[in-house]
């Protein structure tokens, strides 16, 4: 729903962060949970065959997918909620180094997926097989590590290819982040 609502609007996103997590409202809830699914019922329908705009339902996971895979491997239990709320983080963070999205929505963001979700025990000496895992995700192309970036809530860029060393600083991010 949070990712949805990062590559949809402001609106949405403002939604989501005010919605009381601490006292849960199970009938506006599922308001939320029908309009996340009709947020990417707008994306699959305009590109059926993930070619274009469909693309942004990736943001978070190009980072989340190689994170959740390292920690399944080590036989270690993660939702992949949680890989993806770490993938937001540090995909955000690369947002901001790739089109200087405003550093007070990067912080708002993670501050907010912080709140909601638990660090994950990754260390910097996991970043090599991270990075390995992330070359042969599916969606690169030539060997190259492509994402779908922040440029604003609400305005996604596809197929944003980043370095070796912007990905260890997002990561780097992530892990002082969630401290």
């Known amino acids: 729903m949070i990712k949805h609502a990062l590559i ?6 403002k939604k989501l962060r005010s919605f009381p997590y601490d006292a849960i409202d199970y009938e506006y809830l599922s308001i939320l949970v029908r309009r ?4 990417k019922k707008v994306f699959v329908e305009e590109d059926p065959y993930e070619k274009g705009v469909r693309k942004a339902l990736n943001f ?4 989340g997918h190689a994170i959740e895979t390292y920690l399944l491997e080590k036989g270690m239990d993660v939702l992949h909620g949680e890989a993806v709320a ?13 089109f200087i999205l405003n550093i ?7 501050s907010f997926m912080s709140r909601i979700f638990p660090a994950l025990p990754v260390k910097y000496d996991d970043y ?11 969606k690169n192309k030539n060997g190259k590590i492509l994402f779908s970036l922040l440029r604003d809530i609400g305005k996604v860029e596809i197929d944003i290819e980043c370095t070796k060393e912007e990905i260890i600083e997002s990561l780097n ?4 982040f969630k401290g």
């Open 8 to 13: 949809y609007d402001e609106k949405e996103w």
């Open 173 to 176: 991010f992530y892990f002082q």
């Open 128 to 138: 090599d097989r991270i990075m390995e895992i992330m070359l042969n995700d599916k």
């Open 36 to 39: 996340s699914v009709e947020i």
């Open 86 to 98: 770490a993938g937001i983080i540090a995909e955000t963070f690369l947002s901001n180094q790739k």
């Open 60 to 63: 978070g996971h190009t980072v």
């Open 104 to 110: 007070d929505k990067v912080f708002e963001i993670s």
